[in-house]
């Protein structure tokens, strides 16, 4: 992709990205998951290193869901030979070690990925990793930034 990660394009923190260009990324994003969820597939690791945005078209932004390294085929997956995802992306049923998940751990990342995309800072950027680990298990809201209210209800709940 021309521009890289999502992430890389955040960090430029490049003003061309509009709130329309945002949302055509975030609609790009669900369908990829959509798709892969259609497949019976589970990313596990969705986050948005993981997601490869080309703006060569300023107009329509184009977003691909990469790094299936940690992918498994099935709805219902058995978790093992370890901790699978990256924290602060993590679903809490991950974190808990629960043995049976679904593709839902991928929408609660997809979740985590669509507050950085909408205001440009992870959640979780000043916690350590015991810390959001704490966050996410007690199931307390991320740290609020600056969002339309709209945005933030549909985030926050």
């Not at 602060?88 to 629960?98: D, F, G, S």
Request: hydrophobic fraction near 40%; glycine fraction near 6%; charged fraction near 25%.
């Amino acid at each position: 992709m021309v521009n890289g990660s999502l992430k890389q394009v955040l960090r430029k923190n490049d003003r061309t990205i509009d709130r329309r260009k945002r949302l055509i990324i975030a609609m790009d994003a669900a369908f990829g998951m959509e798709y892969l969820h259609e497949k019976n597939i589970v990313h596990f690791d969705l986050k948005s290193h993981n997601f490869l945005v080309n703006m060569r078209d300023p107009q329509q932004p184009v977003c691909k869901i990469g790094d299936l390294g940690l992918s498994k085929i099935k709805q219902r997956t058995l978790v093992s030979g370890g901790v699978r995802g990256t924290i602060p992306w993590m679903a809490p049923e991950l974190l808990n070690t629960k043995n049976m998940v679904t593709e839902k751990v991928d929408v609660y990342s997809f979740g985590v990925v669509m507050w950085e995309l909408l205001t440009g800072e992870e959640p979780y950027a000043n916690m350590r990793s015991e810390e959001i680990i704490v966050w996410i298990n007690t199931k307390r809201k991320a740290q609020k930034a600056v969002l339309e209210r709209v945005l933030q209800t549909l985030i926050l709940g």
